[in-house]
Every structure is written in C-alpha cells, then in structure tokens.
Nanobody
C-alpha cells in the first residue's frame, strides 16, 4: 500500500513557474514508477509525465515537453514536477500516481489545484 500526498499547487500568472511535490509513504517508493496527471473542469484526466523506478526513463505529454520536468528523490520518497512557462491551459487539478511501470497506476493522490491566470 502506498499513500501519496501532493503539494505545491497555487495561483500563478501566465509565464510563471510552480514546483509540485508528491510525498509517498512506505519503504518501497523506489519500487514504483511515478507519474503526474491532470484534470481540468469538464475534461477527462490526462497524462502529463512519468518517471521510471530508477529515474533512467522519463516521458512527457507533447503539450508539456520543454516546459515541465519530472524528477524523483528515492531517498526522500518524493517525486517532483517543475512547471515553467505556465499557460492558462495548464490550469487543472494535478495528481500523482504510483504503479509497477510508467504505463500503469495503482495508487493516486488527492490532487493539488494549479491555476494559471492570463
């Protein structure tokens, strides 16, 4: 069982930056691939970024490539999402997820709101 708690969301102007964190409970954090997803009002949840257990493999949605960076610190049981050059269309609730691979997710956090004003 893994419990995930996101933090770092907030209100930012377009062009600004935010850094999201997701803290995981348990001693097996390094055995999970981690991902970030987002859901805007009226839209389905969509993939943002994922990182493998060791951090050697990373993938991004096309919409965030070059602007967002996912990273993890296995010693601190935490995954991060650095978001730069934010756009109003990045406004959403951001969720982190954990799973056996970057393409499967067994555990989800409660989400953190990111709002980008124009």
């Amino acid at each position: 069982q893994v419990q995930l708690v996101e933090s770092g969301g907030g209100l930012v102007q377009a062009g600004g930056s935010l850094r999201l964190s997701c803290a995981a409970s348990g001693r097996t954090f390094s055995s999970y691939a981690m991902g970030w997803f987002r859901q805007a009002p009226g839209n389905e949840r969509e993939f943002v970024a994922a990182i493998s257990r060791s951090g050697s493999y990373i993938t991004y949605a096309d919409s965030v490539k070059g602007r967002f960076t996912i990273s993890r610190d296995n010693a601190k049981n935490t995954v991060f999402l650095q978001m730069n050059s934010l756009k109003p269309e990045d406004t959403a609730v951001y969720y982190c997820a954990a799973g056996p691979t970057t393409r499967s997710n067994d555990y989800w956090g409660q989400g953190t709101q990111v709002t980008v004003s124009s």
